[in-house]
Nanobody, 119 residues
Framework: QVQLVESGGGLVQPGGSLRLSCAAS????????MGWYRQGPGKQRELVAT???????NYADSVKGRFTISRDNAKTTVYLQMNSLKAEDTATYYC?????????????WGQGTQVTVSS
């Protein structure tokens, strides 16, 4: 089992910044992908930013230029630096990890951390 623990959410004014953290622990075999998704009220869950197994990054068009994903040297902790926050960024942000096995992949989700952008 793999555990994901998010932190860093909160209430921030439009134009402000937050930094989210996600620490992975447990029996990780090989990380295929790790990153962030979000789900706002009445909306579908969407990809925000991820690292792929090749080390490249993927960003949602809506956050490009404002958000930056990074990770530590062990590659088991990821961060999401969120700048120039907008009201539409308000959502529950979930950490996601896909663990690669020889014949399958297993997906894990964190509990989520709430980000509210409001004046």
């Amino acid at each position: 089992q793999v555990q994901l623990v998010e932190s860093g959410g909160g209430l921030v004014q439009p134009g402000g910044s937050l930094r989210l953290s996600c620490a992975a622990s447990g029996s990780i075999r090989s990380i295929y992908a790790m990153g962030w998704y979000r789900q706002g009220p009445g909306k579908q869950r969407e990809l925000v930013a991820t690292f792929t197994s090749g080390g490249s990054t993927n960003y949602a068009d809506s956050v490009k230029g404002r958000f930056t994903i990074s990770r530590d040297n062990a590659k088991t902790t990821v961060y999401l630096q969120m700048n120039s926050l907008k009201a539409e960024d308000t959502a529950t942000y979930y950490c996601n990890l896909i663990d690669q096995y020889p014949l399958s992949r297993i997906e894990y989700w964190g509990q989520g951390t709430q980000v509210t952008v409001s004046s």
